[in-house]
């Protein structure tokens, strides 16, 4: 190699956005955009697939926003499935095949399943799936045994139902006439097809951003590995319902990757993301294997090592640039994952080319992720790990089958053996993820009023790029003087 042909990676601190002629009122900016070739959301923000960011509960939190959260796959099968399931029926129009229990399970059992589905009552069938009554929180409340059977305590029919194709107006009549919470829809023959629930009313109103699918059931994706393993767990997360697949791997230029891409994406109809890549023909590989978005970020994680210990990776705003040459003509959306502090980051990753983000460090602390608050010296922290740290690779016995499979570590017999490429570690706690989400398009809201662009596309068409020195980046954060208040969108580093 010459010296002369060595290119220059840039990444977020050696870049800033030109402020453009605009005429642009950032309250009112659409910021709609593809994750993938038939998924859109109405933010651009993914949560990332990490055992201490994404399971259930932080995805349902990412889709009520309007941005979609990729569950992690550090896990096995049925867990991920299991969550998968969770995700899809937490919120709809209608639950199309929803959680019931029998007139022979106990209050205990009840008690259960509502903890385990934040749910707060279900259906009663018997064994032909023929409706029997509903057993509610106001039914349990007053019984102090939990061995009592539902039959005992459930409210019997008949009960205010719907028929099979009843309309959303139709629905909302009938709870509001009977002053009900749950309507359960039920055809000719008094079999269970359905539930609405008021709730999903409220939630709809409370979420319009909300991203659904067609049924009006929140989106969920999932990552997966390589090898017929992960074969298997796709093909088990299509079932659950899930709604894209991500085939989520250190080194997205593989062999191994472009072959699950292509596989997947050729027995299944759901969308399939590639990753990670960080360079022109990486994300061409990925795009020609079929992948319908590209992942891209190799070594920009908050806790990833690898560019120390492996010396690979390319700063991230060149790597979404390249990646990005490779996919725009191919009408495939880039993810731009790893690396982002700051809202600012956000809008410099839109204008390199992302058409959406994914987010670890800067979720992690709030309250939705998994895992514990930790309290240290008074103050308030959430775990964070690298899903390449030893501490994820040697988790839930999914050492060997994981860290084979994302990081290509095959010599996991003795984990004296692991090469970690993570770290360890925690971030303060933010609170609930709608507040922080709220700061963060808030920044990117801003950017595009800067830049002049209405819409994420414009985004890519006008943002134009300045590269800094690091006399500009002292100046670009506050400097001389003493933060006194914290501010909601801005922490030292
Ligand atoms: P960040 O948002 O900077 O915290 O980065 C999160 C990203 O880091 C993840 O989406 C993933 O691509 C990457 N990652 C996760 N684990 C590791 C690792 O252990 N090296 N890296």
């Known amino acids: 190699p010459s010296f002369e042909t060595v290119p220059i990676g840039l990444t977020f601190d050696d870049v800033l956005l030109q402020p453009a002629e605009s005429e642009v009122i950032p309250s009112r900016v659409n910021t709609v955009t593809q994750v993938s070739r038939n998924v859109r959301v109405a933010l651009p923000l993914l949560s990332s697939p990490m055992d201490t960011v994404t399971e259930a509960r932080m995805a349902i939190a990412m889709a009520r926003i309007g941005g979609l959260g990729v569950l992690h796959r550090n896990l096995s099968i049925d867990d991920q499935a299991l969550q998968v399931d969770q995700v899809k029926r937490s919120e709809a129009g209608m639950v199309t095949n929803p959680i019931t229990c029998s007139p022979d399970d106990t209050m205990r059992d009840v008690d259960a399943l509502c903890a385990r589905y934040r749910i707060s009552g279900v259906p009663v069938t018997d064994a032909s799936g023929t409706l029997v009554g509903i057993v509610t929180n106001r039914d349990m409340r007053f019984v102090t045994d939990g061995g009592t059977p539902v039959r005992d305590i459930m409210t019997r029919m008949p009960l205010v139902t719907a028929p099979v194709g009843v309309s ?75 709604d894209i697949l991500v085939v989520d791997t250190a080194h997205g230029h593989q062999r191994a ?16 993301i590639g990753g990670n890549v960080a360079t022109y023909a990486g994300a061409k590989a990925l795009v020609d294997a079929g992948a319908d978005a590209v992942k891209v970020g190799v070594g920009p994680g908050a806790i990833c090592t690898t560019r120390v210990v492996a010396g690979v990776g390319v700063p991230q705003i060149t790597a979404v640039m390249e990646a990005t040459r490779a996919c725009r003509p191919a009408g495939v959306p880039v ?60 988790s839930r016995g999914q050492a060997r089958s994981y860290s084979k499979d994302r990081y290509f570590q095959d010599d996991v017999s003795n984990e004296e053996k692991l ?42 068409r006008r943002g134009k790029l300045i590269r800094i020195t690091a006399a500009g980046l002292k100046e670009s954060h506050p400097h001389d003087i003493q933060m006194t208040v914290e501010a909601p969108n801005y922490h030292t580093r």
């Open 168 to 242: 959303k107006d139709g629905a909302l009549a009938l709870l509001r006439e009977h002053k009900v919470e749950k309507l359960p829809i039920v055809d000719e023959a008094g079999k269970l097809r359905g539930l609405i629930t008021v709730k999903d009313f409220t939630k709809s109103e409370q979420y319009p951003d909300a991203t659904k699918d067609d049924a009006g059931r929140l989106r969920v994706a999932a990552a997966v590995g390589v090898g017929d393993d992960a074969y298997k767990r796709a093909r088990t997360l299509v079932d659950a319902g899930v």
């Open 257 to 272: 990757v472009l072959e699950m891409v292509a596989r997947v994406k050729k027995d299944t109809t759901v969308d399939v």
């Open 335 to 394: 993810i731009a994952d790893g690396g982002i502090q700051y809202s600012g980051d956000i809008a410099k990753a839109l204008v390199a080319g992302a058409s959406t983000v994914m987010l670890g460090s800067l979720l992690a602390g709030c309250e939705e992720s998994p895992g514990d608050l930790l309290f240290i010296n008074g103050k308030q922290f959430k775990a964070y790990r690298g899903m390449g740290s030893l501490g994820a690779m040697q």
């Open 419 to 460: 090469v970690p490429e993570g770290v360890e570690g925690q971030v303060p706690y933010r609170g609930p993820l709608a507040r922080v989400a709220h700061q963060l398009i808030g920044g990117v809201r801003l950017a595009m009023g800067y830049v002049g662009a209405e819409s994420i596309p414009e985004m890519h």
